[in-house]
């Protein structure tokens, strides 16, 4: 990065923020619904340290937004935090996978095997990833809200508070000027947790931040990489790289896009240095990127305020934060994540518009006229999308859902790629 780019993000940064420093804040709040619920439980097990985890996220939060000047997300690696909350793993084995995950990263940025890996796939199969991701979101949320009573389980935190949220999200897309939403509900929760907190005498306390080092060793390596490493490599690398660069370009085509590369070496450096702290292993994710946007985050200052929050209340209050963070309502976040799921859908709509990146850059024909798709083609791309969509969602795994979705775009080219062999076959037949 050039010194004229970097300071022509700042510039953009300091301006956005100086014009819409509200929609700034509210934005930066947006991805809490996720990155919350995963650091407290990771923290209540032992797993990870809750003050080196603010302290280091809040940290990336602030030189990504300086860096990349667009509200990209710092948030938990969902399928690491997954199989380490179910099997109960030692701070040694989340750190192993974190570096592991890091490790594979690094070497396919240096190598340029992310970058090429991005340029095969279909726009429908990436389409269709993030899609898959919004409504993973979505259903992640409602089952935490099927499991609120409707007084239960305290009067801060039942399904009559989410009906209420609920429908001031919707009310916020009928009013002329768009509300801090998430800001809002951020001090409602925070306000609730508090009174919470305080009727059982466990308000946080001043806890200056005391740093050790986390060193995995012998079969915590093993038990890091295989058992939950693996898992997360192609999360990481589809929705956590390919698609957050997608969808990046696609919300902020004016902001200069990251490359694919950048973005997969930032993700390795956090953890290469987090992981050691007992921080818990982060990536970026097109979820928290669309929820940042859905609630008017547009530049990297969103992200720079979220940090620098976060940097402060890791280094004063550390550890002591986790009862009152345990007491914000859940119906809160789970209509927040609803939000956000819904936003990271809604971009599967551009797929047969000249909005999508492949079809903007559609040749003119020998007419001089714009190729348009045919009926056939459209349908042809939308079934590869759901395909990606339909086995995403319905396996749970990312993974599956790529592969899918890459074997149905290849059966739909195979007639094509029939045809073509012939007639090369034919040709070379006719020669003298």
Known sequence: MTFQSLRSITEYNVSTFRRHYVSEIAGSLGDLGTFLPIALALAANGTVSLASTLIFSGLFNILTGLFFGIPLPVQPMKAIAAVAIARSFSPG???????????????????GLL??????????????????????????????????????????????????????????????????????????????????SALTSNLPSFSIWNPHIVVPIGHEWSRGAIDAGLGQLPLTTLNSVVAVVHLAADLLPSVPTPSVTAIGFSVSVMNLIGVWFGAMPVCHGSGGLAAQYRFGARSGASVVFLGACKLILGLVFGESLVDLLHRF????????????????????????????????????????????????????????????????????????????????????????????????????????
């Open 115 to 196: 970058q090429w890996f991005t340029r095969v796939i279909p726009i429908p199969v990436v389409k269709g990833i993030q899609v898959g991701a919004g409504l993973s979101l979505v259903m992640a949320a409602c089952t935490t809200l099927h499991d609120l009573g409707w007084i239960h389980p305290s009067w801060a935190d039942n399904r009559l508070w989410a009906i209420g949220v609920f429908v001031a999200l919707l009310l916020t897309h009928s009013t002329p000027k768009r509300l801090p939403y998430a800001l809002v509900v951020f001090i409602i929760g925070l306000v609730l947790a508090i009174i919470r």
């Open 329 to 432: 309502p859940k119906a809160l976040l789970a209509v927040m994540v609803i939000a956000a799921g819904l936003e990271l859908v809604r971009v599967g709509e551009s797929l047969n518009t000249s909005a999508a990146r492949d079809l903007g850059r559609q040749v003119e024909d020998e007419s001089g006229e714009r190729v348009h798709l045919t009926e056939e083609e459209r349908g042809k791309r939308w079934m590869v999308m759901m395909v990606t969509v339909g086995l995403l969602v319905g396996f749970k795994n990312d993974a599956v859902g790529f592969v899918a979705g890459m074997l149905c775009h290849w059966a739909y080219g195979l007639p094509g790629l029939v045809e073509r062999v012939k007639s090369r076959s034919e040709g070379r037949v006719r020669l003298p």
């Open 93 to 111: 084995s989340i750190a192993a996978a974190g570096i592991f995950v890091a490790g594979v990263l690094l070497i396919g940025s240096i190598t």
